[in-house]
């Protein structure tokens, strides 16, 4: 069984930082990429930013040169570094990973439970 965990939401000023992790367990053979997604009350779920098993990475523009998303693959984890916050980064923040669990089963997609941030003076 796969398991994601995130960790590292809060309450934080505009203009305040704050560091998400999300932490794979269980049945791991291979990690492929990791996103961060994000959900605000009455919109949908975005894709915020995304890194390769190679490191490559990608964001929305609406984070760009503020968020860095990198990743330990010695610790099956991911983190996502939100600086220069905005109150409309509030969101609920979900980490997603594809994953082979082992070696003879393909890749499939986990989500986290979500981790709560909320940016407000």
């Known amino acids: 069984q796969v398991r994601l965990v995130e960790s590292g939401g809060g309450l934080v000023q505009p203009g305040g930082s704050l560091r998400l992790s999300c932490a794979a367990s269980?049945?791991?053979?291979?990690?492929?990429?990791m996103r961060w997604f994000r959900q605000a009350p009455g919109k949908q779920r975005e894709l915020v930013a995304v890194?390769?098993?190679?490191?490559?990475?990608n964001y929305a523009d609406s984070v760009k040169g503020r968020f860095t998303i990198s990743r330990d693959n010695a610790k099956n984890t991911v983190y996502l570094q939100m600086n220069s916050l905005k109150p409309e980064d509030t969101a609920v923040y979900y980490c997603?990973?594809?994953?082979?669990?082992?070696?003879?089963?393909?890749?499939?997609?986990?989500w986290g439970q979500g981790t709560q941030v909320t940016v407000s003076s």
């Open positions: 890194i390769t098993s190679a490191g490559n990475t």
């Open positions: 269980g049945s791991i053979f291979s990690i492929g990429s």
């Open positions: 997603n990973a594809v994953i082979r669990p082992t070696s003879d089963r393909p890749y499939n997609d986990y």
